[in-house]
């Protein structure tokens, strides 16, 4: 039997391989805000899984490094002008008024704004709500599957130009706690309970 066939096999099986991974996408899909409220109303997946991040202070952080706590996570972003500020003074209030039942709960602030929300940038905002509160960012690639693995929608929007301000219309922003705990109604109760 010549070599020819199977050498021209071989390439041919190269070549198919490499045009299957050139075509792979690089970042994982963004899900639709109706596609995941679907999936969470439906309980269709589950929600969480492990990641891989850098906290505020430049370290490499993975899920792991929370199982013994209670991870309290909120998703947004450093420039949000009203809504992330607010919901995180309400989680550091609900923190301090759940006293030594707190130190049970690990804060996390995972931005959407991996290339605005550097470590540096990450470490003054997260400061300025609560001592424990942890920052993480990473590249666009590693928020966008831990958003999808959480069940969270974000989109990029282009500011409109108000008087010479950015205005961005399109946010939402999502605070997860691991479920049937104690603690966790507590702090939902006191999340619930914050003024608007």
């Not at 010549?2 to 899900?31: D, H, N, T």
């Not at 891989?52 to 949000?80: E, S, V, W």
């Not at 500020?85 to 030594?100: C, E, F, H, K, R």
Request: hydrophobic letters at 40%; proline letters at 8%; a negative charge.
């Amino acid at each position: 039997m010549s070599r020819w066939p199977i050498a021209l096999s071989f390439v041919g099986g190269l070549a198919v391989a490499g045009g299957g991974w050139a075509l792979w996408p690089s970042e994982p899909p963004q899900r639709s805000s109706a596609e995941l409220m679907n999936v969470l109303m439906w309980n269709r997946e589950p929600v969480g899984g492990p990641f891989t991040l850098i906290d505020h202070d430049g370290r490499p952080r993975t899920d792991a490094d929370f199982r013994d706590k209670l991870m309290l996570i909120y998703f947004g972003f450093t420039f949000c002008s009203n809504t992330c500020p607010t919901d995180l003074q309400a989680i550091a209030g609900a923190l301090d008024q759940l006293g030594a039942a707190g130190d049970a709960v690990q804060p996390l602030f995972i931005t959407v704004d991996p290339e605005k929300d550097t470590p540096a940038q990450l470490t003054g905002y997260v400061r300025l709500f609560h001592p424990r509160m942890i920052g993480l960012t990473g590249s666009p690639k590693q928020i966008r599957k831990v958003a999808n693995d959480y069940k969270v929608y974000y989109a990029k929007a282009e500011p409109l130009k108000r008087a010479g301000v950015d205005v961005v219309l399109n946010s939402d922003t999502i605070a997860w706690a691991a479920p049937g705990t104690d603690t966790t109604n507590e702090v939902v109760q006191r999340l619930n309970a914050a003024p608007q």
